[in-house]
């Protein structure tokens, strides 16, 4: 009778276990190189548009800086103006295939181009890098006539209407030192920006007095944090008055910084700079604490309260959480909500823009005021004063000024100031002089202003006095 014993030999045993540990170890490193491909892949490629994402492009650009380190290259930054208003207007969908089409023409236009390199970053920011083979200033032009034929070219082939903002700037090594690629594309961001607000700039070029420029600017965001902390954010106050009773009404509270050597910094110098970098809210906070801690003193001193108005800035994104914030602060200085009001810019509003409706309602229900500053400075102002639930139209002091010589534009401030009051809103005219400016504006129906007429802006404890001898 033939048969097995059914015994497995040890040393047969012990060779099928380390075959199976070698399997498992060769798959192991086999799936973690994958793996580790996989995922340099996603840091280093846009999943949406396949080019490289900004940190692939700084590699890149890190071997063609060494390669060729005694030669020039054009980094250029493009940019969608407004393309988060693009998203909400087409969605986002239809937004996924603008950067998508803008993606396909850069590819198409530089992919193959020896010595360059293309990318997308942030959201719907672009960077072309290219070694500049002729001379410099030729290449700006060429970069620049190629930026008026992708907006066009894509505004086409999407049917949408799309503006492009740019910022250039020509990277050299400067000495023995190589090249800083963070900060070569945070100068073209700077000078990309230059253009956002403007209507003919589309185009710019980082330079020396940009430069300047640039390097004040870093030192108001390194520096305001701490000015916040030493108190040197003034606040003062500028009083709003009843043109027909000459009674003070409210006050709006304005900032002024008092920096080194008591120099007072302009508010036009440092919250632009803020509002660019995110750090507006940061002093919007500060304004709100500093104003409900003076008023709860002039309530403490039994001095009559007045409605003071404070800048709320457009950057708030969540309105819920900004409106429960503000009242938390309210509340602890013990202030009623009638003595409040939130002011917004115009620039920073737009008709049909349901976000700032939305936090304006919310500030409504909640028991607040708000009003609309610079009324008139900009481009849709007759569609924002129809859409806008705003409490307060502060009508820009330019119409003031030049109804004061015009009759054209007497007849225009008129009409403005009818409309607002017939829309069930106060009227409020700001920049008020001259006895010539009050005369007209009583004469025209508008019910309160603002101005150097009645007072400049001025200190706690000169307001303190001012309420008490107009109220």
């Not at 692939?56 to 063609?64: A, D, Y």
């Not at 060729?68 to 207007?89: C, I, K, M, Q, W």
């Not at 900032?255 to 002093?283: A, D, Q, S, T, Y």
Request: net charge negative.
């Amino acid at each position: 009778m033939y048969g097995l014993s059914g015994a497995v030999p040890e040393s047969a045993f012990l060779c099928v276990v380390l075959a199976a540990v070698a399997v498992v170890i060769i798959y192991s490193v086999v799936y973690s190189l994958f793996q580790s491909k996989r995922l340099k892949k996603l840091v280093l490629e846009d999943s949406l548009t396949g080019l490289l994402s900004l940190e692939g492009l700084e590699v890149q650009c890190q071997r063609m800086f060494h390669l060729h380190h005694d030669e020039s290259f054009l980094l250029t930054e493009f940019n969608v103006r407004d393309f988060a208003f693009v998203n909400r207007l087409y969605g986002s969908e239809k937004g996924d295939e603008i950067l998508k089409s803008l993606a396909d023409v850069l590819r198409d236009e530089f992919a193959g181009k020896k010595n360059t390199v293309v990318a997308r970053g942030y959201a719907d920011n672009f960077y072309v890098v290219t070694l500049v083979e002729d001379n410099e200033d030729s290449a700006l032009v060429q970069m620049e006539l190629f930026q008026s034929n992708l907006q066009e070219h894509v505004g086409q082939v999407q049917n949408v209407h799309i503006i492009l903002k740019s910022g250039s700037i020509i990277c050299r090594r400067d000495g023995d030192a190589a090249i800083d690629f963070k900060d070569m594309v945070s100068r073209a961001g700077y000078a990309r920006h230059s253009t956002q607000d403007s209507i003919v700039e589309n185009f710019a070029v980082y330079d020396e007095s940009m430069q300047n420029q640039h390097e004040n600017e870093e030192k108001i965001e390194n520096t305001i944090e701490d000015a916040i902390h030493k108190q040197e954010l003034l606040v003062m106050y500028q009083p709003k008055m009843n043109l027909q009773t000459g009674k003070i009404e409210g006050a709006e509270a304005l900032v002024r910084w008092k920096g080194e050597n008591n120099v007072l910094i302009p508010p036009n110098v440092f919250i632009p700079v803020l509002e660019r970098n995110g750090m507006v809210g940061i002093l919007d906070h500060y304004v709100y604490n500093r104003v409900f801690k003076f008023m709860n003193r002039l309530q403490r001193e039994n001095v009559p309260l007045v409605r003071i108005s404070m800048n709320m800035s457009r950057l708030n994104h969540n309105t819920l959480e900004f409106v429960n914030e503000l009242d938390i602060l309210r509340e602890r200085y013990e202030i009623d909500r009638q003595y409040v009001e939130l002011e917004i810019e115009e620039r920073f509003a737009g008709a049909g823009d349901d976000f700032l409706k939305d936090l304006i309602h919310r500030l409504h229900a909640t028991g607040y005021m708000v009003s609309m500053d610079d009324f008139g400075s900009g481009q849709s102002s007759l569609n924002m004063l129809s859409e806008m639930p705003v409490d307060v139209v502060k009508i820009d002091q330019r119409f003031l000024m030049q109804a004061e010589y015009s009759q054209e534009s007497r007849i225009i401030l008129s009409y403005m100031v009818r409309m607002v009051n017939e829309l069930g809103k106060e009227s409020l005219c700001e920049g008020v002089e001259t006895e010539t400016h009050v005369q007209l504006l009583r004469d025209m129906g508008c019910r309160l202003a603002q101005g150097y007429y009645y007072s400049k802006p001025i200190t706690e404890d000169e307001f303190k006095q001012f309420i008490l001898d107009h109220i």
